[in-house]
């Protein structure tokens, strides 16, 4: 006879397996870092970093496991002017030719609510590492329109940073040195060999209601 305790440790062990995170490719298309510092106090000297590259996994049940591992290339950089961008790459600043990419990898995640997280994680740049938190707001996580099977999930975040923690120290009383981050991602889900692919919906009605659009948790 199996006792309740058997019971209650099958059902422990079932129940674990329930949860599994999806994992989610950045599309670097559709993804990109805005980059606000204050110059000389004037305004908000801003650059873009785009194509980012790296991954997400995240379920909307157990969203504190969520993992991100993101690298952006720094020869993407752009301030809008390419004699400024050649300045920033120099090695007082971002030191790209020596370290030419930037990679933020999390190690824990607050789960704020279903869709607010506060992703704490290392930031490394110009070969040193500094903790990094990311306020995290999931926008929304579903296919991309209607008449296309692609599962996606959409995200924006926050963060700021202290330039002298990675060795930019020059220029404190032209430049800022707390840097502000803009982040916005979208990342298509990475289908596993052993799920099978959603068929595509031959109609393109925009009218056609997609029910992932509904609820932004629905999967």
Known sequence: ???????????????????????????????????RVSHAGFAQAMATLSAPRGHVEFDPDAPQDARVDVELALDRL??????????MARADYFDSAA??????????????????????????LRGTRAPVTLAVRINRIGRDLPWVPRHSLGASATATLDRREFGMRKHAGAVGQSVELMIEVEARRKRTSTRASAPATATANPDIKDPDHANPQQR
């Open 1 to 35: 006879m199996i006792s309740h305790r058997t019971i209650a440790l099958l059902l422990m062990i079932l129940g674990s397996g329930l949860a599994q995170a999806e994992r989610y490719e950045i599309d670097p298309v559709h993804s990109r870092v805005l980059i």
């Open 78 to 87: 752009d301030f809008g002017d390419e004699d400024w961008n050649r300045r």
């Open 99 to 124: 370290h030419p990419l930037a990679r933020f990898v999390s190690e824990r995640v607050e789960a704020i609510s279903a869709t607010e997280l506060r992703v704490h994680g290392q930031l490394e």
